[in-house]
């Protein structure tokens, strides 16, 4: 696993690498599966000056960094690109956290070169956990946002819907960001009114999962319906229904916590 609790402070050429360009992972095709690279590959790859890099943590007891390179610089004959979310369910749950923490960080820095109060360029401190304004003396952190996703359940069978706007159709639970001011049990039921015009009861939580798409961490809920039938949101959802185990429609697999919920509840029954 990932231990975040000291970030290296000095590169050296045998520890890990993690590489993106743009959204994009880069990983090599003759190792293992989204394997990161060594800092010396890195630095043979690409040239890159090993202080741009963003310190992520200790990876296999070496420490990790996150580098990101232009897209013009791939050589497709040697290495792999695609998008974060390709990992999922390919690599160890655990591989695919420290892509998404390297992802994250490199996608906060790039997201807060300038101060979000005054405009000054900031600059990196605290060994990389936060960036400064030499202005006005603001500081920033890296920022993550909730956000709930709910197994509805209505006796045996399970609320499920398919979102808009994705081209590549499967079923999913219902899943929102919270607001300011709202408890986490609050968040679940306005999502669930907002995205399908159902009232939800018993709102039990069940586990969380950091999503790196871009900066969030999933707060898993079960939910029991109470009252009402659905009427979806057509921004939000393209289709929804209960669904029969004996008659589930593609679902996300259980490298995601929704995959997780839905095994969850089928297994409880």
């Known amino acids: 696993m990932l231990d975040i609790s000291v970030l290296p402070t000095e590169p050296q050429a045998e520890d890990w690498g993690f590489v993106f360009s743009g959204r994009n992972t880069v990983t090599s095709l003759r190792g293992q599966p989204g394997m990161p690279w060594r800092l010396s590959e890195v630095s043979e790859q690409w040239g890159v000056d090993f202080a741009d890099a963003v310190p992520v943590g200790r990876w296999q007891e070496r420490s990790a960094w996150a580098f990101s390179v ?3 610089s791939i050589n497709q004959m040697e290495q792999l690109t695609g998008n974060l979310y390709g990992l999922l369910g390919r690599v ?6 420290a892509h998404g923490r390297a992802y994250q960080l490199l996608y906060w820095l790039d997201t807060h070169r300038h101060c979000g109060r005054c405009g000054t360029l900031t600059r990196a401190i605290e060994d990389g956990r936060a960036v400064l304004c030499d202005s006005c003396s603001l500081r920033v952190y890296p920022r993550v946002s909730p956000c709930v996703i709910v197994l509805v359940s209505k006796g045996d069978k399970l609320l499920l819907a398919a979102a808009a706007g994705f081209q590549k159709r499967f079923y999913s639970t219902l899943a929102g960001f919270m607001e300011p001011g709202e408890t986490c049990e609050d968040a679940v039921i306005r999502e669930v009114r ?10 039990r939580y069940f586990s969380s ?31 929804a229904d209960w669904f029969d185990i004996s008659a589930m429609p593609p ?19």
């Not at 907002?194 to 709102?203: F, R, S």
């Not at 790196?212 to 009427?231: K, T, Y």
């Not at 697999?253 to 029954?269: D, K, M, R, T, V």
């Open 70 to 72: 232009p897209e013009s």
């Open 92 to 97: 160890e749950d655990a591989l695919f956290h």
């Open 194 to 203: 907002e995205e399908v015009g159902i009232e939800v009861g018993n709102v």
């Open 209 to 239: 999962q950091p999503w790196p798409f871009p900066s969030q961490v999933m707060l898993g809920f079960f939910a029991e319906w109470q009252s009402g039938d659905l009427a979806l949101n057509p921004d939000e959802i393209e289709d």
């Open 251 to 269: 679902t996300p697999p259980n490298a995601s916590i929704s995959g997780q919920l839905i095994s969850h509840f089928i297994e409880s029954l």
